[in-house]
């Protein structure tokens, strides 16, 4: 990966390429954010220019043959270790090629997205002390190719009492040695190993960069790429995620049920909730994050106009919202309901009752006083 794959984070870049040029490469950095920001693709496209044979004055090569391995991540001279859960093995080795294909795919993922790539989101992920063994004995050998062997820990807030095993090795490295510490979290991170690392701090992904990311993505239209650049806080996942909620079939759920509701067609209401409510519990969860955002739109533009930034089907939905004229009041009643029948659906509540429960608030509200 090259820095210019790497979305947003010019000035870091500048800084890194810095001090590569002026030989100050820190043996023992960790850099310190939110995997939608880019910390894991910004140590990838660091190690990847620190080891170019032909590195130029703002990025890699992407040419020469370090360059090309690491594209492939199959550089000899770049070890990874990253949780995985027991029952798939010992040391991350033996899922390497799953690692790579992930990591190929999603640059941006967090530990949630590799557990599910692995089929294995329910289980508990941790680093083996096996695999910290393996680091020590890649690290005896001597670099292969580059001039630098480069170790990648992902998460190491799960290196347990075990990790202190790597102390020596990250303090008084072997010549050459460069280790890249990826966290989410410093507050789980062994103390002995923060005291070791240099802190990296990434920050969110501005919003310019997002936006013209977003924008050269040919499946998202304009409006909607400025509009997820301004609500996604910097973070390439949040962006995903609600670019999936946008085009999932909550809209129409929702603008029926609101439909239901104003009109009081309250014999519609208990097959509605019967339906609805068979949805898993993530579903429902995102059923009623979805028309929380949209109710709050709905709010936000009763005050002020401007405020909206709902593009498409939703816009037009909240515009003629606005002509029922709903008493803002009455509209928070509606938030307030919506946000404790989630709760109570959290807490295994039946959801059917609940939806049914909810329409009669959102229907006792939706009138004009
Ligand atoms: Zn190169």
Not at 24 to 47: C, D, E, K, M
Not at 110 to 131: G, V
């Amino acid at each position: 990966m090259k820095f210019s794959d790497v979305i947003g984070h010019s000035e870091k870049k500048k800084a890194f390429i810095q001090s590569v040029s002026n030989g100050r490469v820190p043996h023992a950095q960790l850099f310190i954010g939110n995997s939608g920001w880019g910390t894991l693709p910004l140590a990838l496209a660091y190690a990847q220019y620190v080891s170019c044979l032909d590195r130029g004055a703002e990025d890699s090569c992407g040419q020469c043959s370090s360059c090309r391995k690491y594209e492939s991540l199959t550089h000899p001279d770049l070890h990874f270790t990253f949780p995985f859960p027991r029952e798939k093995g010992e040391k991350c080795s033996e899922l390497i090629s799953n690692w790579r294909k992930a990591l190929l795919e999603h640059p941006y993922m967090n530990l949630t997205d590799w557990m599910q790539l692995l089929d294995a989101e329910k289980k508990q992920a941790n680093i083996p002390t096996a695999e910290i063994r393996d680091i020590l004995k890649s690290l005896s050998l001597k670099p292969y190719e580059s001039a630098f062997k480069v170790v990648v820990i992902w998460l190491p807030e799960f290196l347990g009492k075990e990790g202190n095993i790597l102390l020596k090795a990250i303090e008084e490295p072997a010549h050459n040695t460069l280790f890249l510490l990826v966290t989410e979290n410093t507050e789980k991170i062994l103390g002995t190993i923060i005291s070791r690392t240099q802190p990296v701090r990434i920050a969110p992904i501005d919003q310019d960069s997002m936006r013209e990311y977003l924008n050269r993505a040919p499946e998202i239209e304009k409006e909607r790429a400025d509009r997820l650049a301004q609500v996604s806080q910097g973070d390439l996942r949040n962006a995903m995620q609600l670019l999936s909620d946008a085009e999932s079939p909550y809209f129409e759920m929702f603008r029926y049920w609101m439909g239901v509701c104003v009109t009081r067609k309250m014999f519609s209401i208990v097959p509605w909730a019967e339906k609805v409510g068979a949805m898993s519990r993530e579903n429902l969860k995102g059923f009623f994050q979805y028309g929380l955002e949209l109710m709050r739109g709905i709010l936000v533009s009763s005050y002020e106009e401007s405020l909206n930034t709902w593009v498409g089907k939703e816009a037009d939905f909240i515009s003629k919202f606005q002509n029922l004229q709903i008493p803002t009041s009455q509209l928070e009643q509606i938030i307030a309901g919506m946000e404790s029948a989630m709760m109570q659906i959290e807490r295994n509540a039946r959801a059917p009752l609940v939806l049914t429960d909810l329409s009669y608030v959102v229907a006792r509200n939706l009138k004009k006083m």
